[in-house]
T-cell receptor, first 113, second 112 residues
Framework: EAGVAQSPRYKIIEKRQSVAFWCNPI?????LYWYQQILGQGPKLLIQ????????DSQLPKDRFSAERLKGVDSTLKIQPAKLEDSAVYLC???????????FGQGTRLTVV | DAKTTQPPSMDCAEGRAANLPCNHS???????VYWYRQIHSQGPQYIIH???NNETNEMASLIITEDRKSSTLILPHATLRDTAVYYC?????????????FGKGTRLHILP
């Protein structure tokens, strides 16, 4: 079974630039999560989708972050404009539904300089 | 916020059992205990979960106290590859309340 695919693996941008991350969940997984993990901390949930609807985006900084999940499959997370404090690993995960095992991708490491 | 408390770090000798404690004193009746681990530079990996009975799989055992206020993850024969950060997470059963909220976890060092 193919895992959760994320791209790119690494990205370096200057502050005030924009960046987008892509996630392809495991086929058939209805729930998709985006997390931000700052060095030395646990992953922080940014947004959770159920199919193409948003279940929770309470921790998403909506003035600069946006996410979409068109057709309930792939998802993109965008930051515009980026700040230095956005430097982190952005993790995508998917699961078949509530209270089931979630599978995580390798993450995208973002460095804002 | 995470509903669990874990020690920040632990050491365990290779080949011995690693016992990782977790406190979840405010757990509700419909909430499950999940364990994930994160090896350096990788995404978190599911280990095991349970509601009130003890559980065992090929990776680990999960012991939940009778009052469900705490649990212990047991890695029966720790190897160097088990060095990772281990996260204990409480998850609700109903999907509107089901969020995977990570705390700070326990950094487990397996010593050769």
């Amino acid at each position: 079974e193919a895992g959760v695919a994320q791209s790119p693996r690494y990205k370096i941008i200057e502050k005030r630039q924009s960046v987008a991350f892509w996630c392809n969940p495991i086929s058939g997984h209805a729930t998709l999560y985006w997390y931000q993990q700052i060095l030395g901390q646990g992953p922080k949930l940014l947004i959770q989708f159920q199919n193409n609807g948003v279940v929770d985006d309470s921790q998403l900084p909506k003035d600069r972050f946006s996410a979409e999940r068109l057709k309930g499959v792939d998802s993109t997370l965008k930051i515009q404009p980026a700040k230095l404090e956005d430097s982190a690993v952005y993790l995508c995960a998917s699961s078949t539904g509530p209270n089931t095992e979630a599978f995580f991708g390798q993450g995208t490491r973002l460095t804002v300089v | 916020d995470a509903k669990t408390t874990q020690p920040p770090s632990m050491d365990c000798a290779e080949g011995r059992a690693a016992n990782l404690p977790c406190n979840h004193s405010t757990i509700s009746g419909n909430e499950y205990v999940y364990w994930y681990r994160q090896i350096h530079s990788q995404g978190p990996q599911y280990i095991i979960h349970g509601l009130k009975n003890n559980e065992t799989n090929e990776m680990a055992s999960l012991i939940i106290t009778e009052d469900r206020k705490s649990s212990t993850l047991i890695l029966p024969h720790a190897t160097l590859r088990d060095t990772a950060v281990y996260y204990c997470i409480v998850r609700a059963e109903r999907y509107r309340d089901d969020k995977i909220i990570f705390g700070k976890g326990t950094r487990l060092h397996i010593l050769p």
